[in-house]
């Protein structure tokens, strides 16, 4: 979304609004419903888009606080664009304490803690169908530490500057994406082979200090657990600017499949409006395969039944081969069939298995993934 | 053959070694044993005669107890009863199981003649006194004095110091003891809870008391009108077993079976002989005197009345305390916001005749506390009308509280626990024969029918109050959409004007749009409102035509019949098996809310100006 349409657009929709009060009509403000039942997926398009429903929310005794708070914090973040100031949600919850502190008339307003003023600030994205990133709002740049000599980003600075930086020039220190992926242009100095995105950010560390870099024309990133705004947009920027193959490697569990991997390939049902900037389409999942474990003779063990955590991921993969647009999809058969294979089975395999392979070959786990590229060993 | 020799202990040599079998297992429990011991036998004595009791209460603390940790205390128990003639004095204070009312069915608080004269022994054993007794007679010129001490070795009471004293009451007895102990005032075992809780539960009753160094409490009666205490039944048939059987039929002698049968027990008629035959009795033995019958013959007489159906015991011997007295002590609780008040109607539990009672009040003190997070509302368990103090949880009366779902009448509870809030909920549990778990009487036997009896008159009491509480919250839930509009609608036009740079004429027709918006919820809230008083008023008036219509004499109060069960409440009651009952709810009128409403809306209008 440009720069401009969000001051016009907020100043359009409270016109709207005034103009409802003034003829004593209930204004009504519509969003995109972010939810799971209102997900679709087209192969074609490669991600999980919005249905047609809408979360319709009317103006009256009951919502006329979280109205007035909406309205509240859209005034301050018109003011940031107007100014150029970014903030973060809890900057700006501690913004609105000031504000409230300084006017006491403002005192009903006062959010009691962060997740209220959160909230407020997605019910805003989801009613102007913008990013919190297009109202100069940004979250931490967590997570796709990137490793590559072949690669050279230019960023374009808040002041129209330039910025160029190329990766093989950081040593072993990585490039860190931003949130806001439009603001960068990406080139090849060489022609890069693959894309290897790494689920934890340990083992990329790893595969780095031991020379992945030198040996193999790629890019090599940490997701660093469920890929972040950062991630998911540096993906599909690689994917659409270098057009090379992305390969996700990762556990084989419930958990990787449905909430890292589902992300970074189709977005997420809570980001349904910005799943297409958010998303890349074309990441393979190369494993831990199933039949890798056996393959390869990987150290693989039980779920436990009683961890809480890995119990909600198995009722949750369930869950999703049910109702989940992107699992459901014939496209994604090889995806469902592990997450079948994992609840008929209910073991787990990590990806530092690999390094059982060869326990005195540091860069066997490299070997396997380069073999699994080379024939194709992954879905 | 054994060494040891056998040798037979006195039944006060026994109590004597085991008195924490009858309330006096620590210092705290023996203070407040023995004050409620004397209690009841002054209320009891002043029952008797008809007359209504005034008691005067003093408990100090007199210096330094021989026990560990404890004080010596002075326990002094006055009353305007009858007064004892002095040959009975020994036989109450100093003799075990020396009763006028043991076993003969009555719903009198004490029983078995134990409590009081435990109270000497305990008395006795920690300052070596017994009792101090003053007594005086309507025949007795003067009063007399005396120190009763318990004879252990023969379980006799014996007399000493005895001497004439002039004394300005009528009659009466004043009973004093001096023994070690500990003093606790509030709380479970508390003695102000104790005499709180007998306050409430005895509406007759006129008490002061004193305790410590505080100055003296005067708690006036609200019930002009004695008890009547209904005569004894004789026992059921159907609750005796064998050796009782036979045990009962050795007071009759020479008289036949049948009249043993007849005069002996409730519910046995020539008519159910015949059905006694059928079942296999001979017929002979009717006629046959009781002195002559064999235990042999005596198992086939018990066996056919078990196999024969009789008539459930009458309910009559069952007193109760009435709605409208009970409505009137509740108040004497404390500060009192609203309160309903369950008479169910005698019945049968477990063969026994048995009648309850419930109060459940919210106290107004304590209104901030009220959710998740406030205590557990207070339990007043009574039995014959003496509050229990101690060991509640095993009680049938707790049990009760806690499987009913007060969740679904507006009061919060966790799971299977008492409810929270700063509620009273007193159960009151009459009944000749009370199946109590240990001597001390402290917990009342939980057995399933009588824990549903008491279950039913919890639900019914809640049911009131569940209408109360939606007719509260549909209050709050006005005065919270009235706040909301006066907080967020200035708010609300003001930040949009900001943004849209709107001149002063948009911004005032936004406001007056606004608040006509608004206002259409707020009259819908209020239409609601109404509805629920108005329903709240319907369910009262029809309450007062079926009293009228039932009981005419006690349609002068306001009180209303309860109507079936609430189609919106969880516990539900079926139709067919609900007692009558009567209840009884108050609550100031809500005319502060209706003001705080037209407060607002002028207020409001002022802010549109």
New interface residues.
């Given amino acids: 979304m440009r720069e401009d349409t969000i001051p016009k657009l907020?100043?359009d929709l409270?016109?709207r609004?005034?103009t409802?009060?003034?003829?004593?009509?209930?204004p009504v403000l519509e969003a995109i419903k972010c939810s799971l039942d209102n997900s679709n997926y087209n192969p074609k398009v490669g991600y999980l888009t919005p249905g047609n429903k809408m979360v319709r929310s009317e103006?009256?005794?009951?919502s006329?606080?979280k109205?007035?708070r909406a309205?509240?914090i859209?005034?301050i973040l018109?003011r940031n664009i107007e100014t150029g100031a970014v903030n973060t949600k809890r900057e700006l919850y501690y913004i609105s304490k000031g504000e409230v502190k300084h006017n006491p008339?403002?005192r009903?307003?006062d959010f009691a803690d962060q997740s209220e003023s959160d909230s407020i600030i997605d019910f805003i994205c989801e009613m102007m169908e913008c990013y919190r990133e297009d109202l100069n709002c940004y979250a931490n740049d967590r997570g796709g530490q990137t490793y590559s000599n072949q690669l050279v980003v230019t960023e374009t600075l808040p002041d129209g500057g330039k910025a160029v930086v190329d990766l093989s020039t950081l040593g072993t220190s990585p490039f860190q994406p931003k949130n806001r992926p439009q603001s960068l242009a990406l080139k090849a100095k060489k022609k890069i082979d693959f894309c290897l995105v790494v689920e934890s950010e340990g083992t990329a560390n790893t595969f780095v200090t031991n020379g992945f870099c030198r040996r193999n024309n790629a890019i090599l990133l940490g997701a660093q657990g469920v890929p972040s705004n950062a991630v998911r947009g540096w993906c599909k920027l690689i994917q659409d600017q270098l057009k090379v193959p992305i390969y996700f490697f990762g556990d084989l569990d419930a958990y990787t499949l449905q909430n890292i991997f589902r992300t970074l390939k189709a977005g997420s049902a809570a980001s349904l409006i910005r799943n297409s900037d958010f998303s890349a389409p074309d990441v393979r999942f190369l494993g831990v395969l199933p039949e890798d474990i056996k393959k390869y003779d990987l150290a693989d063990y039980p779920v436990k039944e009683n961890d809480l955590q890995e119990a909600r991921a198995l009722k949750k993969a369930s869950d999703a081969l049910k109702n989940d647009p992107f699992f459901k999809d014939k496209k994604n058969k090889g995806l469902s069939k592990i997450l079948e294979w994992l609840l008929k089975n209910k073991r787990r395999c990590e990806q530092q298995s690999y390094f059982t392979v060869d326990p005195r070959d540091p860069i066997m786990p490299e070997k396997i993934i380069l073999e699994k590229i080379k024939r194709g060993d992954f879905i | 053959m054994a060494k040891q020799k056998i040798t037979s202990s006195s039944t006060a040599e026994y109590f004597s070694k085991n008195l924490q079998q009858v309330g006096f297992s620590s210092p705290t429990k023996a203070v407040l044993t023995t004050l409620k011991e004397a209690i009841d036998n002054s209320l009891d004595a002043c029952e008797d005669e008809g007359i209504l009791p005034e008691l005067y209460i003093e408990i100090e603390k007199v210096g330094a107890g021989t026990i560990k940790n404890t004080d010596l205390i002075r326990i002094k128990v006055e009353d305007n009863g009858p007064g004892l003639n002095i040959e009975d004095i020994p036989k109450v204070f100093g003799e075990y199981l020396a009763s006028s009312k043991f076993g003969r069915g009555r719903c009198s608080r004490g029983q078995q003649g134990i409590g009081i004269s435990a109270a000497t022994t305990w008395a006795q054993l920690t300052s070596a006194k017994g009792a101090r007794i003053i007594t005086k007679t309507k025949t007795m010129r003067q009063a007399v004095s005396c120190l009763v001490e318990v004879d252990v070795k023969n379980n006799k009471g014996n007399l000493k110091d005895k001497k004439t004293i002039s004394w300005d009451r009528s009659h009466g007895v004043s009973v004093e003891f001096v023994l070690d102990g500990r003093i606790q005032l509030q709380g479970e075992g508390g003695l102000i809870t104790y005499l709180t809780g007998t306050a409430l539960v005895n509406p007759h009753l006129n008490l002061r008391y004193k305790l410590l160094d505080q100055s003296v409490v005067k708690v006036d009666r609200v019930s002009d009108k004695c008890p009547d205490i209904p005569n004894a039944v004789e026992p059921h048939p159907h609750t005796m077993k064998l050796g009782e059987f036979i045990a009962h039929s050795h007071l009759f002698g020479k008289a036949t079976v049948a009249t043993f049968l007849k005069k002996g027990f409730s519910r046995i008629t020539d008519n159910t002989f015949q059905e006694f035959i059928k079942n296999g009795m001979n017929k002979k033995f009717l006629t046959q005197s009781v002195d002559k019958t064999t235990d042999a013959q005596f198992k086939d007489v018990f066996g056919a009345i078990h196999k024969t159906e009789l008539m459930s015991p009458s309910t009559r011997s069952v007193m109760i305390i009435g709605e409208e007295t009970f409505s009137k002590s509740v108040r004497r609780l404390g500060e009192v916001d609203f309160f309903s008040v369950v008479t169910r109607k005698p019945t049968i539990c477990d063969f026994k005749p048995v009648a309850i009672e419930i109060a459940v009040a919210r106290l107004k003190t304590a209104q901030k506390v009220e959710g998740d997070d406030s205590p557990p509302v207070q339990v007043l368990r009574f039995a014959n009308r003496v509050p229990l103090q101690f060991d509640k949880s095993a009680c049938a009366m707790v049990k009760a509280i806690e499987t009913v779902n007060w969740r679904s009448y507006g009061i919060p509870q966790p799971k299977n626990s008492l409810p929270l809030g700063p509620y009273v909920i007193a159960v009151s549990l009459v009944s000749p024969f009370i199946k109590f778990k240990n001597a001390s009487k402290e917990t009342v036997d939980a057995s399933d029918e009588l824990v549903e009896e008491i279950r039913r008159a919890l639900i019914q009491a809640g049911q009131r109050l569940s209408r109360h509480i939606k007719k509260e919250h549909r209050e709050a839930d006005l005065e919270e959409?009235l706040r909301?509009?006066e907080?967020?609608?200035?708010?609300?036009?003001d930040?949009?004007?900001?943004?849209?740079k709107?001149p002063a004429k948009?911004k005032k027709?936004?406001?007056?749009?606004?608040v006509?918006?608004?206002g259409r919820?707020?009259n819908a809230?209020k239409k609601e409102l109404d509805e629920a008083l108005k329903h709240h008023k319907e369910a009262h008036a029809k309450g007062k035509i079926q009293i009228v219509e039932k009981e005419k004499a006690k349609s002068e109060d306001g009180e209303e019949e309860l109507k079936p069960p609430h189609p919106e409440d969880s516990d539900v009651i079926p139709e067919a098996e609900e007692a009558p009952v009567k209840a009884k709810i108050e609550k100031p009128a809500s005319k502060a809310k209706k003001k705080a409403v037209a407060k607002s809306k002028e207020k409001m209008k002022e802010k549109e100006v």
Avoid: W, Y
């Avoid at chain 1, 409802?20 to 209930?26: G, P």
């Avoid at chain 2, 907080?487 to 036009?493: E, G, S």
């Avoid at chain 2, 930040?495 to 849209?500: E, K, S």
């Fill in positions: 907020s100043k409270c016109n609004m005034l409802d009060l003034e003829n004593a009509r209930r103006l009256n005794v009951a006329v606080q109205m007035s309205i509240f859209l005034e018109l008339e403002l009903p307003l | 959409k909301h509009i907080q967020f609608c200035p708010i609300l036009v930040c949009l004007c900001r943004i849209t709107a948009r027709a936004a406001t007056e749009g606004l006509k918006l608004l919820d707020v809230a």
